[in-house]
């Protein structure tokens, strides 16, 4: 059966040998045309963006999602040092090289999003267009603390009803309504170990770096404003403790002309399936 799309692996710099699933359409080619670039957020993977890649792959866009590393399918780094921007945009670098891409359109969230907005200030040239997933110019330090909780809990669950269950009542707001939703969101959360046991699908460790930032808010005023000369559009959950109103009406001074939505009824982050966010996405990809 075709999942539609090729699960591949390219290798890092320091020897890791990373994941990445690749959506193709039959007949993309080598042409001018970018390739979209998907990132997901800090403990996420590929399998979030598997129902927007196969949309775009069916509007004849060639899609790759990496699995950063330390999550999914991709290794664990045996130093939890290398949990950092820089050692990401260095992934992403190996990984356009390796593809022989020169542009791209990069779709981030959360955590990918960041780097999205990093790799306008390291290597601009790339990108061709961006879409900001709930992550903006300020990452408030409150909205950060349940997630790193959860990632240094490490907790485990006896079979998927009980995963489904704590996922449910921890973040009630994430784009789940139906119970297949919540199945589905929580498969693509956690992975069955050789125990077993339903474990997070990443390294623990990858909270290491994130100890050591400084209390208060997060300020990436100046990697968002790397972006001005980019097709740039940025989703809201309405709920979102990450990216606020306010936050998004001060970037939207900034910027004016930048397209964005917000997804109602939707806490952090939206799932892109939503029609608001395809509205972003498709929109950006009109300027490109």
């Not at 996420?44 to 999914?72: Q, S």
Request: proline share 8%.
């Amino acid at each position: 059966m075709d999942a539609g799309f090729a699960e591949r692996r390219f290798t890092a710099r320091d020897g890791l040998d990373l994941y990445f699933r690749e959506y193709a359409a039959p007949d993309v080619g080598a042409g001018p045309r970018p390739a979209i670039l998907c990132l997901p957020g800090l403990t996420r993977n590929a399998k979030d963006f598997h129902r927007p890649a196969l949309r775009l792959r069916g509007l004849g866009w060639r899609v790759v999602c990496p699995d950063t590393r330390g999550r999914g399918r991709s290794p664990r780094d045996p130093d939890p040092a290398n949990y950092r921007m820089e050692t990401y945009l260095d992934d992403v670098r190996n990984l356009l090289c390796t593809l022989g891409l020169h542009r791209v359109v990069v779709i981030g969230t959360s955590m990918g999003g960041v780097l999205a907005m990093a790799m306008a200030a390291a290597m601009p040239t790339v990108l061709a267009g961006v879409v900001l997933n709930d992550v903006g110019a300020v990452v408030p330090g409150a909205g950060l603390r349940p997630v790193i909780e959860a990632i240094r809990s490490e907790r485990s669950f006896a079979n998927w009803d009980e995963a489904v269950r704590v996922l449910r009542r921890t973040f009630p707001d994430l784009p789940a309504d139906t119970d297949a939703d919540w199945l589905e969101l929580t498969r693509a959360t956690f992975v069955e170990g050789p125990d077993g046991r339903i474990r997070g699908d990443w390294d623990p460790a990858i909270v290491a770096p994130l100890l050591d930032l400084p209390p208060g808010d997060t300020d990436l005023w100046r990697l968002f404003r790397a972006l001005r000369r980019v097709p740039t559009g940025v989703v809201r959950g309405a709920r979102s403790d990450i990216l606020s109103a306010d936050i998004l009406a001060a970037m939207i001074r900034d910027r004016p002309g930048l397209i964005h939505a917000t997804v109602p009824d939707v806490g952090h982050p939206p799932n892109l399936r939503e029609q608001q966010s395809k509205e972003v996405i498709d929109a950006v990809l009109a300027r490109v």
